[in-house]
Every structure is written in structure tokens, then in C-alpha cells.
């Protein structure tokens, strides 16, 4: 059992009040084709072991929300908040580039929608229990895997990257089988929508045209209302998708994040990123990362992220033809043409990130050559990523002493330090080029590029001490994770945080399995 780590609900107060919430559930009101209305199965004996403070005020509920008598079973998937309106969803997708079949919220129930200070917000329950849609599984979430994606929503926000939000974490002794025994935990996550990519392929597939088409409408109706007025909505709609996709595989590349494991059902149709599994931020810069142990032909590595965004488009696209009024080969070409501002957008999303994490104010045709010679340096003998790129802030245009000394801190992460020599030259003329303030410029910089992102060796440390009871370094990381540009030198949790990961970090292995 894990030690409690905050006031009983039953005995606490809190001015938050449920029956307030005007609960609806528009995915559910689709009809019985699009899911089953179900409640959860609670895991036993639960407790809080943490909420966030910001995901809270992003709903518009007060900090103590938790403290309400009902609060703890409705997220431990017990009985669910008044006027909510649990609903599982059915869906299908193509798995490591091959078609699954019927997938579907099979440890997922979305409790319904809420209206929030930012818009109409679903919150959905993780690990709440076995759904029509589990396919033999349990429906359950393991401990490791609930607090790796709630520290990594909740950082991903704090980075700036659209991703779904992570509200409360809750631990139980409900033990569950995956490679060993281990104990269960729910996650409430919470998005302006859990559409995904498989939504749309599963109805095509199933040539459930009607229905498909239902569930573009509500999609455009709820979120992209503009795409109601163009000729083709669903090209409309495409291109909106596509647009978002590559602006998120931009962010992707720029922080160094790796997904692990991007079927068509794990693709947000709101260019959300989803599904926290087996993730990962890259430690040593290396484009054929494979951040999941079950991945072993290495099709999502990191340097394939934006092409196997490309890749699901088309899977989505392809599920949209029906939607179409034109004949099939007609309607394949427009929303191939919905397509193309991919293209476009990535390459230019990710040369506007890349620039500003060097503090280039200016675009000139040869900075692209700096990025990417910089990029094979540190590939060569895996430089940190994170750290070279925080650590190039402090350096000096100042030709001397002055400059030379500043450089050290990310010279010191090279081992040839002839060849990081040879390219910082460059890059110090270039910035005189256009009369660079070193000062101001480091302020930009030190905005783009965090000081701290949830390396792997993080999240374990967190989960290690969990298992034992102590949850204080799991809230103490997700404090430091809410202000990633920050710097904190007096703060020895922060130095710990920012520190090159130890040797134990390299093996490390993430995979599917939760």
C-alpha cells in the first residue's frame, strides 16, 4: 500500500461544488454505432498521489477540487461525478504501419465534456477498467506508465507543445500482470477532444459511411467551424489536420522528443500529442533514436517522426474519400491537394524553431547549413542534446578572452573540440553579422530552449521512489517541470535535474507494454 500523501477527501473541505458542472457528452450523442455507455470499474483502496494546479485552472476548478467527498472515487474509476456521462469509444488504426483492426478506449472511459474559461474541455480516465474494447486485456494502467505521462503532459504544456493535459494521478494496490506484477494507478487526462485519426479510418473501413460522416460533422461543428464553409469540408478538414500535424512534428524534432509508438490511433485530429507510452526525450543526439524496446525495426525513430506523420495523413485521407462528393478517383486527388501544406509547413515550422534556438533574429539563406552541421556534430559522438543547446546561450560575440571562456560550459560537451571550435567561429560571425546583443539575445534563447525536459532516468527515479511509498519526488519533478526554462541554481533538486543523466540512464528501456 502506498503511504497516503494528502488529506483524506472524505474529511477535507473545498469550496469546489460538482453539481455546479454542466456535464454533456457530445461523442456519445452520436449514437451506439460510435461507442458503448458504460461506468468504470474502480481500482481498490485509492489514493491521491497527485493533481495539478494548472491542469485545475485551465477547467476553471479551484486548486483543493480534490478534497470534495466524491472526488477520489471518480477518478479511481468508481462512481463518476453527478451529470457525467461515461462513454467508451470504438475505434481502429494501422499499428507499427499494418492494419489492426477494431482498437478502441480499451482502459479508457471519457466521463463526458465540460465548459472551462477555454472552451469546451472532454476528461477522460486512463486505466479505469475493462471496456467492449480491451481485447482480452485487464484495462488497467500500471503505476510506471500512469506517472510517466502524468509528468510528461503536464511538461509538454509547460514547453509550449499541444498535447492533452494530465489533472490528477491516483495509486492503488489492485495488482495487475505485465512483464512482472505490479500495481495499478489512474490517470485523468483532459483535451478540447480524444478524436483520433482511427476514428475516421474505423468507419470507413467498416463502410459505415453515414456515420462517418457524422462524425466529420461534429468534429467541424465543435472545432473547426471554418471547414464547414469550403466546397469540400472533408478536404477542409484534411488540411487543417495536416497543417496542425506538421506544426507538432516541428516541436517534436526541435525539443528532442520522441514518441515511441505513432500508430493512426495514438494521432490526435486536433494536432494534440496523445498517448504518453513509451516516450522519450533524447539524452546523446542520435537521429535513429528508438526510444520503444518493442519498436525493433525502428520505424518510429526519431528522425522518422515527420515522415510517419506524413504517412498517417495519408491513412487518414484515404478514410476521408467517402466524404467526398466526387467520384472516388477525383475525391482521392482533392484531398491529396489538402495534403501538400504539409509539405510546406514542417519544413518552415521546424527552420523558424531551429533559428530560434541559435537567437537568429534575421533569416538568411545559409543558416539552415549552420543548423544542420551542428546537428552532425553532435551526432557524431552523441552530444546532449538538451544541454548543448541551453549551454550555447551564455556564449559571447565578443571577440577574446571573453568569449573564449564563455564558450567552455558547451565546449566541454565535445570531444572534438577542434571541429566544435572550427563551427563556433561560424556561428559567433554570424551573429555579429546582424549585430546580435549577446544579452538579449540569451534571454531569447533561454525561452526556446528548456534547462530541463523529463529525461528517461527522471521519470524513473519518480516511479522507483512511488513504488516504495514516497511520492515526493514525483511531486517534486513535476515542480520543477512546470518552469523548464528557469534557472535555478540554489535549488539542488534543479541541479540534480539538469545534470548530465548518470550511466545507468543508457539502459533504460521503455516499451508498449502498460
Same mark, same amino acid.
Given at each position: 500500500?502506498?503511504?497516503?500523501?494528502?488529506? +483524506?477527501?472524505?474529511?477535507?473541505?473545498t469550496?469546489?461544488?460538482?453539481?455546479?458542472l454542466?456535464?454533456?457528452?457530445?461523442?456519445?450523442?452520436?449514437?451506439?454505432?460510435?461507442?458503448?455507455?458504460?461506468?468504470?470499474?474502480?481500482?481498490?483502496?485509492?489514493?491521491?498521489?497527485?493533481?495539478?494546479?494548472?491542469?485545475?485552472?485551465?477547467?476553471?476548478?479551484?486548486?483543493?477540487?480534490?478534497?470534495h467527498?466524491?472526488?477520489?472515487?471518480?477518478?479511481?474509476?468508481?462512481?463518476?461525478?453527478?451529470?457525467?456521462?461515461?462513454?467508451?469509444?470504438?475505434?481502429?488504426?494501422?499499428?507499427f504501419?499494418?492494419?489492426?483492426?477494431?482498437?478502441g478506449?480499451?482502459?479508457?472511459?471519457?466521463?463526458?465534456?465540460?465548459?472551462? +474559461?477555454?472552451?469546451?474541455?472532454?476528461?477522460?480516465?486512463?486505466g479505469?477498467?475493462?471496456?467492449?474494447?480491451?481485447?482480452?486485456?485487464?484495462?488497467?494502467?500500471?503505476?510506471?506508465?500512469?506517472?510517466?505521462?502524468?509528468?510528461?503532459?503536464?511538461?509538454?504544456?509547460?514547453?509550449?507543445?499541444?498535447?492533452?493535459?494530465?489533472?490528477?494521478?491516483?495509486?492503488?494496490?489492485?495488482?495487475?500482470?505485465r512483464?512482472?506484477?505490479?500495481?495499478?494507478?489512474?490517470?485523468?487526462?483532459?483535451?478540447?477532444?480524444?478524436?483520433?485519426?482511427?476514428?475516421?479510418?474505423?468507419?470507413?473501413?467498416?463502410?459505415?459511411?453515414?456515420?462517418?460522416?457524422?462524425?466529420?460533422?461534429?468534429?467541424?461543428?465543435a472545432?473547426?467551424?471554418?471547414?464547414?464553409?469550403?466546397?469540400h +469540408?472533408?478536404?477542409?478538414?484534411?488540411?487543417?489536420?495536416?497543417?496542425?500535424?506538421?506544426?507538432?512534428?516541428?516541436?517534436?524534432?526541435?525539443?528532442?522528443?520522441?514518441?515511441?509508438?505513432?500508430?493512426?490511433?495514438?494521432?490526435?485530429?486536433?494536432?494534440?500529442?496523445?498517448?504518453?507510452?513509451?516516450?522519450?526525450?533524447?539524452d546523446?543526439?542520435?537521429?535513429?533514436?528508438?526510444?520503444n524496446?518493442?519498436?525493433?525495426?525502428?520505424?518510429?525513430?526519431?528522425?522518422?517522426?515527420?515522415?510517419?506523420?506524413?504517412?498517417?495523413?495519408?491513412?487518414?485521407?484515404?478514410?476521408?474519400?467517402?466524404?467526398?462528393?466526387?467520384?472516388?478517383?477525383?475525391?482521392?486527388?482533392?484531398?491529396?491537394?489538402?495534403?501538400?501544406?504539409?509539405?510546406?509547413?514542417?519544413?518552415?515550422?521546424?527552420?523558424?524553431?531551429?533559428?530560434?534556438?541559435?537567437?537568429?533574429?534575421?533569416?538568411?539563406p545559409?543558416?539552415?547549413?549552420?543548423?544542420?552541421?551542428?546537428?552532425?556534430?553532435?551526432?557524431?559522438?552523441?552530444?546532449?542534446?538538451?544541454l548543448?543547446?541551453?549551454?550555447?546561450?551564455?556564449?559571447?560575440?565578443?571577440?577574446?578572452?571573453?568569449?573564449?571562456?564563455?564558450?567552455?560550459?558547451?565546449?566541454?560537451?565535445f570531444?572534438?573540440?577542434?571541429?566544435?571550435?572550427?563551427?563556433?567561429?561560424?556561428?559567433?560571425?554570424?551573429l555579429?553579422?546582424?549585430?546580435?546583443?549577446?544579452?538579449?539575445?540569451?534571454?531569447?534563447?533561454?525561452?526556446?530552449? +528548456?534547462?530541463?525536459?523529463?529525461?528517461?532516468?527522471?521519470?524513473?527515479?519518480?516511479?522507483?521512489?512511488?513504488?516504495?511509498?514516497?511520492?515526493?519526488?514525483?511531486?517534486?519533478?513535476?515542480?520543477?517541470l512546470?518552469?523548464?526554462?528557469?534557472?535555478l541554481?540554489?535549488?539542488?533538486?534543479?541541479?540534480?535535474?539538469?545534470?548530465?543523466?548518470?550511466?545507468?540512464?543508457?539502459?533504460?528501456?521503455?516499451?508498449?507494454?502498460?
Open positions: 500500500m502506498l503511504a497516503p500523501t494528502l488529506l +483524506p477527501a472524505e474529511t477535507a473541505e469550496a469546489f461544488d460538482p453539481s455546479a454542466t456535464w454533456r457528452n457530445r461523442h456519445a450523442g452520436l449514437g451506439p454505432a460510435f461507442g458503448r455507455a458504460m461506468t468504470g470499474q474502480p481500482v481498490s483502496d485509492p489514493e491521491w498521489l497527485a493533481t495539478s494546479d494548472e491542469a485545475a485552472a485551465e477547467l476553471g476548478w479551484p486548486a483543493d477540487w480534490w478534497r467527498p466524491l472526488a477520489l472515487d471518480a477518478h479511481a474509476g468508481g462512481p463518476s461525478w453527478p451529470g457525467s456521462q461515461p462513454f467508451a469509444t470504438v475505434y481502429s488504426g494501422h499499428q504501419g499494418v492494419w489492426a483492426g477494431q482498437l478506449d480499451g482502459r479508457a472511459l471519457l466521463l463526458g465534456e465540460v465548459d472551462t +474559461p477555454h472552451g469546451p474541455r472532454e476528461i477522460q480516465l486512463k479505469s477498467g475493462m471496456t467492449p474494447y480491451s481485447r482480452r486485456a485487464d484495462g488497467r494502467a500500471v503505476l510506471r506508465s500512469s506517472i510517466r505521462e502524468y509528468l510528461c503532459s503536464e511538461a509538454m504544456h509547460a514547453l509550449g507543445i499541444p498535447t492533452t493535459r494530465a489533472l490528477a494521478l491516483v495509486g492503488s494496490p489492485t495488482l495487475v500482470r512483464e512482472e506484477i505490479e500495481t495499478a494507478a489512474v490517470v485523468t487526462r483532459t483535451a478540447p477532444s480524444f478524436i483520433r485519426f482511427g476514428h475516421f479510418e474505423h468507419f470507413c473501413h467498416h463502410d459505415q459511411h453515414a456515420a462517418l460522416r457524422q462524425l466529420m460533422d461534429h468534429v467541424i461543428d472545432h473547426l467551424p471554418a471547414c464547414r464553409e469550403a466546397q +469540408p472533408a478536404a477542409a478538414l484534411l488540411e487543417c489536420v495536416a497543417r496542425r500535424t506538421a506544426e507538432l512534428m516541428a516541436h517534436w524534432q526541435a525539443v528532442g522528443f520522441c514518441h515511441g509508438v505513432m500508430n493512426t490511433d495514438n494521432m490526435s485530429i486536433l494536432g494534440l500529442t496523445i498517448d504518453y507510452g513509451p516516450f522519450g526525450f533524447l546523446g543526439f542520435d537521429p535513429g533514436h528508438i526510444c524496446h518493442s519498436d525493433d525495426r525502428g520505424r518510429y525513430a526519431y528522425a522518422r517522426q515527420p515522415q510517419i506523420g506524413w504517412w498517417n495523413l495519408h491513412a487518414l485521407a484515404q478514410a476521408l474519400v467517402p466524404l467526398v462528393d466526387a467520384p472516388a478517383e477525383a475525391a482521392a486527388e482533392i484531398l491529396g491537394a489538402a495534403l501538400e501544406p504539409y509539405r510546406e509547413v514542417f519544413p518552415i515550422a521546424l527552420d523558424a524553431l531551429m533559428r530560434a534556438k541559435l537567437g537568429l533574429a534575421v533569416d538568411r545559409e543558416d539552415r547549413v549552420l543548423i544542420e552541421d551542428l546537428l552532425q556534430l553532435m551526432a557524431t559522438t552523441k552530444v546532449d542534446y538538451t548543448t543547446w541551453r549551454r550555447l546561450s551564455a556564449v559571447s560575440s565578443v571577440e577574446g578572452r571573453e568569449a573564449s571562456l564563455a564558450a567552455g560550459p558547451v565546449r566541454d560537451l570531444l572534438d573540440r577542434a571541429a566544435f571550435d572550427a563551427w563556433l567561429n561560424r556561428y559567433l560571425a554570424r555579429r553579422a546582424e549585430g546580435s546583443d549577446d544579452a538579449v539575445r540569451r534571454r531569447r534563447m533561454d525561452r526556446i530552449n +528548456p534547462a530541463l525536459v523529463l529525461r528517461n532516468h527522471l521519470a524513473e527515479e519518480a516511479i522507483r521512489a512511488a513504488r516504495e511509498g514516497n511520492v515526493d519526488v514525483l511531486k517534486d519533478l513535476a515542480r520543477l512546470r518552469q523548464p526554462f528557469d534557472e541554481p540554489d535549488d539542488p533538486s534543479w541541479r540534480h535535474a539538469t545534470a548530465l543523466p548518470p550511466d545507468w540512464a543508457g539502459s533504460l528501456e521503455v516499451s508498449c507494454s502498460s
